[in-house]
């Protein structure tokens, strides 16, 4: 018997038609429902290379491979989270089980600004999709070395956070600059950890950035890194709000800039993240997209343009990417330098502590109806300096509404000595210092 083609794509789709943050938000209901028209129209869900599967609720045990959770899983993630996320873990499967040759969630809510630990909600995102799905795909699927490309305008922190310290993980992050956007990270010298300097990588472009500028950045600064690191799976979180329609930034990419910027990329798995021009823009960015993941021509997609005509990206955002491409690709080569990773080395121990603003409230709020929306997560992070493997990961984690805990992170192949360390904090919820 002949084995079955692998379809093109798969496409996972779930808009959570019952789940917003607020009516008149950004993330609500609506946001999806434009594209879903758009592509029952185009008649992209009945074309033979394209695989459609529904998505399942992630399980508790796939969140917290990828989170820590201090007020516990149903504080942090309503149920649309799980789906969402659980949409993630099945388009990866697609790919990994061979019954595509890549695949796209189409999903929200998004998830990209979650971290490591989760105290609340931050930038309309709970639990961390693309996370969560690596996690599964490293545990039931074998995967080790994994790449994430963030093409989101906001600088995908909570990405970089859960990887800052994992050397098996390549992060990269194409982002409006931190200082004129929300989450006001992602700086070009934000480069990793100690034990994974250089798998952080952060490309901020100025507003007002267009199709050149962002194909200027893949080509000179993502396309060089991929092709040397070979990750075993190349993940884009697939944000679509550096559109020039959209109404919260302040970029100029179109529909075939997206749809270009996705082929040079070349992702075996896409998640949708961001993205809030409902009408103007995703109908359009999310066509394109597809077809050029399912190797289709996408150079007639084209949304509504303004009379001013095309987007042009300036002649000195092109030079600055340059420049950075430079700083990059020497600096991520060479040894880890302190005032870059943020860590300081003491008693064995690489210590860096942080402030991590929280925005909206958790996710259930009829469970704490008086608790603050606005807090702030107080955290110091223990990295051991161990001399037989990446070192065993200890947080420090309080915030406005819970009290200190202490979680362990242990990294792939961890020595017997980060083994035991984890297994005491573990069991015991404190720290051995």
Excluded at 182 to 201: H, I, K, M, W
Aim: hydrophobic share 35%.
């Amino acid at each position: 018997m002949e084995e079955a083609t692998a379809a093109s794509l798969g496409l996972v789709f779930f808009p959570a038609y019952d789940w917003a943050i607020s009516p008149t938000h950004p993330e609500r209901e609506e946001r999806l429902l434009y594209t879903h028209d758009q592509l029952r129209e185009e008649g992209i869900f009945d074309l033979p290379g394209i695989l459609e599967r529904r998505p399942v609720p992630a399980s508790p045990e796939d969140c917290e491979r990828a989170h820590f959770f201090p007020l516990g899983l149903a504080m942090a993630a309503s149920h649309p989270h799980l789906i969402s996320a659980g949409g993630a873990i099945v388009a990866g499967g697609m790919v990994a089980e061979g019954k595509a040759k890549k695949s796209f969630a189409l999903v929200r809510p998004p998830g990209h600004h979650a971290g490591k630990v989760v105290h609340g909600g931050r930038g309309f995102c709970n639990i961390n999709n693309e996370a969560i799905m690596i996690e599964h795909l490293r545990a039931v699927h074998g995967y080790r070395r994994i790449a994430i490309v963030d093409t989101d305008c906001h600088h995908g922190d909570g990405s970089q956070d859960i990887f800052w310290y994992d050397p098996d993980m390549l992060f990269i992050s194409i982002h409006q600059d931190g200082r004129t956007l929300y989450p006001g990270s992602g700086d070009y010298t934000e480069l990793g950890s100690p034990t994974a300097f250089g798998a952080t990588v952060n490309i901020p472009l100025p507003p007002e950035t267009g199709d050149e500028g962002f194909h200027l950045a893949v080509t000179e600064i993502v396309r060089p890194i991929l092709d040397e690191w070979k990750p075993e799976l190349v993940v884009n979180s697939a944000g679509q709000d550096n559109h020039f329609t959209d109404p919260i930034t302040n970029m100029k990419l179109t529909a075939q800039g997206y749809a270009r910027m996705s082929e040079l990329i070349d992702p075996d798995i896409a998640v949708l993240e961001g993205g809030y021009s409902i009408q103007g823009a995703l109908p359009y960015t999310n066509l394109g997209i597809i077809m050029s993941m399912a190797g289709l021509d996408w150079t007639k997609v084209k949304e509504p343009l303004p009379a001013s005509g095309r987007p042009k990206t300036r002649p000195e955002v092109l030079d600055l990417v340059k420049r950075m491409a430079d700083f990059i690709l020497k600096t991520r080569q060479g040894p880890p330098l302190p005032p870059l990773t943020g860590s300081v080395l003491k008693d064995g121990w690489f210590i860096r502590r942080r402030r991590i603003p929280y925005d909206t409230h958790p996710a259930d709020p009829k469970l704490q109806p008086d608790w603050p929306s606005f807090i702030t997560e107080e955290r110091a992070e223990y990295l051991r300096d161990c001399p037989d493997c990446t070192g065993v990961l200890i947080l420090r984690s309080s915030s406005d509404v819970c009290k200190e805990k202490i979680f362990a992170w242990l990294p792939h192949g961890a020595c017997d000595k980060c083994k035991g360390i984890h297994e005491e904090v573990t069991a015991t919820g404190k720290a051995p210092f």
